[in-house]
DNA sequence: AATATATTGATATAAATATATCCATATGAA
DNA sequence: TTCATATGGATATATTTATATCAATATATT
């Protein structure tokens, strides 16, 4: 706290008058002949891979927050998650952060930007059709409202389900859903419905105005473009794990 | 069926006796120093990508026999996942399978080569440790069981819990864990306990003889380097719906 | 029989993603 | 003060993954 508005003081050379850019540009490398892309710059999308790996340094950094802490290193980001220091750094740059060297970036600033470029600066409510095993479970699980999203209302269309009440929600019929909607401004729906009423449910989900849908189903659902859907697959990751033991055991019969 | 034992008969240049290599070799393209890796070949490992994407290709095919087809080309397979083909005959040949031109590959046998490059071609039997909403869906769903996963039994620490029957599975003690293990010759386990348990728990598990821990917690387990874990995040999945449901509206928002 | 066509498997190229390297900088230690 | 060090940001390189291209081939068509 000695001297605060020094501003590279020591640095001699004119080169180092260079701006800083923030964000990473891609440059191009093939002969790039789309009259669209003439601008020698691009802005580069984070990959796919960098998005899901912000919720987990979001979850760190929100114990990090609660236990006190007032800044964290992207290498202390990166040795909790295995990763290497680099990609946290490139990671956190889509989002807009700016650390400091020697000292890391400001714990508070970073949770706020990651929400915010996750779109979960403000709470995201969501309805739920399909309430059976899976969808109840969901229902009842708090876990998300961490992660921008609030489940305020279930449908289903088993009339032994309609009008009971299910962890604390009270179950609708189907046919509520484009009223609900309409009045809510709800965008975001969770698809939890057996896979033969998957396609046809998820239809009226989008009719009804959803934006959004989150598939737990194993269908591939035909939506038109506007609307997104993320399929959650668990049997990807039962191969993955299946593969991996497969190989563990595979090595360790090798070396005895 | 004329003539099968001709062998490219019609081929005149000598270019044409190298031998067909099934599957794909990585070339060396950097100078390799590594004394480990002399070989100028050497067997590429399918990706993290494409051994996620077999699971999809495997239920399709499932559907395909049960209708009573006998052959399906990688044209038809990578269409109904919106996949290039070519994507998916590298898939495929990691599997082993060999297909032939203008027909495609047998429904049968890419399935069982499938099933076995997964370690599924004979059931893998699980115990599910935390008995709670999400272990009481996994319970009572039994859609894994055609991907290799049969759920035999359930531990929970609930004293409420223990001894009474949760979808048709008698809970037990965790404290019978071991011995259950080690008399069933179980080695996977799926783990639902709240976050705050998982990581005791899991070692709970390894000790037991467990080898494989499907981990539903949002806890990064550690682990011995024998035991292969897997992290089942759905916030990933939601950031990522998230995500391209901003990008979305934005895109939008500037066309009109 | 000759030709056209769909398809596979191999190879080549491109794109995406991860990693290495470097410099500038803020702090603490000598 | 001077120096060593940990760190962020930029850029360069390497690796991984996806896509394009093409010869070979099995069947259908003319
Ligand atoms: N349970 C799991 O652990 C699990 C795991 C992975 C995937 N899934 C998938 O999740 C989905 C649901 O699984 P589940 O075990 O909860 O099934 P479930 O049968 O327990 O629940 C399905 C619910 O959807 C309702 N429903 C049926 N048709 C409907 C329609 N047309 N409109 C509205 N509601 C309708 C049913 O009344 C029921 O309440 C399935 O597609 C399944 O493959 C489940
Ligand atoms: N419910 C969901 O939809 C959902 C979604 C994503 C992730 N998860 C994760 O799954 C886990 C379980 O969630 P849940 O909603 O089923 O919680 P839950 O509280 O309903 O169930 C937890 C179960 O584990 C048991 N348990 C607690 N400590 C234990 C121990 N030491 N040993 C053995 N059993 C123990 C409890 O008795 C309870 O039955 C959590 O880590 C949660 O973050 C749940």
Chains 1, 2 share one sequence.
Request: hydrophobic share 40%.
């Amino acid at each position: 706290m000695k001297n605060k508005n020094k501003k590279t003081v020591m640095s001699p050379a004119p080169s180092s008058v260079q701006k800083r850019k923030l964000i990473p540009k891609k440059t191009i490398t093939s002969i790039e002949k789309n009259p669209e892309k003439l601008e020698s710059e691009e802005v580069v999308k984070p990959s796919l891979s960098c998005v899901r790996r912000l919720p987990s340094y979001l979850q760190l950094l929100r114990a990090l927050q609660a236990d006190g802490h007032e800044y964290v290193s992207g290498t202390v980001l990166a040795s909790v998650h295995h990763l290497a220091p680099v990609i946290v750094r490139k990671d956190l740059a889509f989002t807009g952060v700016t650390g400091t060297p020697r000292i890391g970036f400001q714990v508070t600033e970073l949770i706020a930007a990651i929400e915010r470029f996750l779109g979960w600066d403000n709470q995201n409510k969501a309805v739920l059709v399909g309430v059976g095993n899976l969808g109840s479970a969901l229902l009842g699980y708090h876990g998300f409202e961490n992660f921008g999203l609030q489940i305020v209302a279930c449908f289903d269309n088993d009339p032994m389900k309609i009008d009971t009440w299910i962890r604390g929600c009270k179950v609708h019929s189907l046919d509520q859903l484009p009223r609900f909607i309409r009045r809510s401004h709800i965008v975001l729906g969770v698809l939890t419905v057996p896979a033969e009423a998957a396609q046809k449910t998820a239809e009226r989900m989008v009719e009804s105005g959803l934006l959004g849908i989150w598939n737990f189903t194993s269908v591939k659902l035909a939506v038109p473009a506007n609307v997104v859907t993320q399929k959650e697959d668990l049997a990807e990751g039962l191969a993955v794990l299946s593969h991996r033991m497969q190989h563990v055991s595979k090595t360790l019969a090798i070396q005895q």
